[in-house]
């Protein structure tokens, strides 16, 4: 895919997944919701989505922190089958629909969580067990349509889930699993079968755990708060950006 591109696209796409995955290695969340819509600017979201999925699917084993001891499973057991049925919902909707209708989605979702972070919307009360059907099928099909499935998992497991370590070890666990289904069903649906997107890959793989790397080594010195608020701004933008380009195209 690179090589139909041209060469200043391949330069904005490698800084966007060393953004990516930087801010990925710093906080060990938000690489799909920074890269999906930034290379989606210039690149089909049929080629983009699977290429991300591969990327975090790898870079979640790579950062690992899946201690079985502290997974809350009876967490992860409730959000498994509706996530299953999102997956699958969101994968058929991938590869049928046109898209601009997925731009206008995908620039909505992403304003909305860019407001989340800009103004620090987190609640501290504890969310009721019902909500993880809409939590986790909402959180399957958006991961499944646009690799940016994770804000709807963390926002309810983090109404659930005190301890920092439980809920750690619980989203790598859950994670795992649910990259696991989105591989599958988009290698049914034919969407992992073309040699572009595993030639992007290799290609991509030394930058996404060069960028991982870099992102630790600053992991202890940058707030929480900052990095939140910065994500914001660029999810933001990003959001304006493919709502311009869905409307144009």
Do not use: C
Not at 92 to 108: D, Q, V
Not at 218 to 233: C, E, I, N, Y
């Amino acid at each position: 895919m690179f090589e139909q591109i041209a060469s200043v696209q391949v330069a904005g796409a490698v800084a966007i997944l060393l953004l990516a995955y930087f801010i990925r290695g710093i906080t060990g969340v938000g690489s799909g919701l920074v890269a999906v819509p930034l290379l989606a600017l210039f690149l089909p979201l049929k080629f983009v989505v699977p290429l991300v999925l591969l990327l975090d699917f790898t870079a979640s084993i790579v950062i690992g922190g899946l201690n079985f001891k502290r997974v809350k499973w009876a967490e992860v057991g409730v959000l498994i089958p509706f996530g299953a049925v999102g997956v699958v919902l969101g994968t058929n909707l991938l590869a049928s629909l046109p898209p601009e209708p997925m731009l206008i989605t995908l620039a909505g979702f992403v304003f909305l969580f860019s407001l989340r972070n800009l103004f620090n919307l987190h609640g501290n009360k504890v969310a009721s067990r019902g909500w993880a059907i809409p939590a986790s099928l909402t959180g399957g099909t958006v991961g499944a349509l646009f690799g940016t499935g994770g804000p709807p998992y963390i926002i309810y497991l983090t109404h659930r889930i005190r301890d920092k370590g439980d809920l750690r070890a619980t989203f790598s666990a859950l994670f795992f699993v649910d990259g696991l289904m989105r591989i599958i069903s988009f290698l049914v649906a034919g969407l992992l079968m073309t040699s572009n997107v595993w030639m992007a890959y290799l290609a991509a793989l030394p930058i996404m755990l060069g960028a991982l790397y870099l992102g630790g080594r600053v992991h202890m010195g940058l707030a929480p708060s900052q990095m939140t608020r910065l994500v914001g701004v660029l999810l933001l933008v990003s959001s304006v950006s493919l709502l311009f380009k869905a409307l144009h195209t």
